[in-house]
């Protein structure tokens, strides 16, 4: 997965591609799909959600720039995959998600596994998480129209925000926003296909086969 999916594909981030090493992607899927947990593609979890391939997560978790001193919001915890990932790199990780049983057995496997520097709760993560707030980084894991002020205005001064937008798949772009002492900043990355961000909004719908 590390040679063939990410650094053949220009993830050059050493702390990045030691996360991915370090956590097992297979506890994060379900038990039907683990033989398939580090291909690359998005793998179910229930509820219509997926887990992304690794190289999203990877391209996702690189743009943030993340700093060991930091504090990370992520919108929509889903297997609690990209949780984990954001957990190696940062102090805190805060993460919502607003199906229960999603949140609940991420919060089993965090356990089991010795990730202690994870807050999670369920919720509507369009409104994040303003008790913690501000972020140094921001991540979200299914496309809005249009970004939630709620999570810019969330976001620290030099904080990074990341996230996939558009109204349909065809025209997504993943997006990142800098909070710069001159304003946002927005730079508009590459062609992305997520599924809305809805009240049970998966993460994308190219599966396995």
Known sequence: MIAEQLIRRGITNEAVLEAMRRVPRHRFVPEEYQADAYQDCPIPIGYGQTISQPYIVAFMTELLELRPDEKVLEIGTGSGYQTAILSQLADRVYTIEIVPALAERART?????????????IGDGSVGWPEYAPFDAVIVTAAPEQLPQAL??????????????????????????????????????????????????????????
């Open 109 to 121: 496997i965090f356990e089991e596994l010795g990730y202690r520097n994870i807050r999670s709760t």
């Open 152 to 209: 810019i205005d969330q976001l620290a001064m030099h904080g990074r925000l990341v996230a996939p937008l558009g109204p349909s798949k065809a025209s997504q772009q993943l997006i990142r926003l800098r909070r710069t002492p001159a304003g946002i900043q927005r730079e508009e990355l590459i062609a992305v296909s997520f599924v809305p961000m809805t009240g049970q909004a998966a993460r994308s719908d190219a599966l396995c086969e």
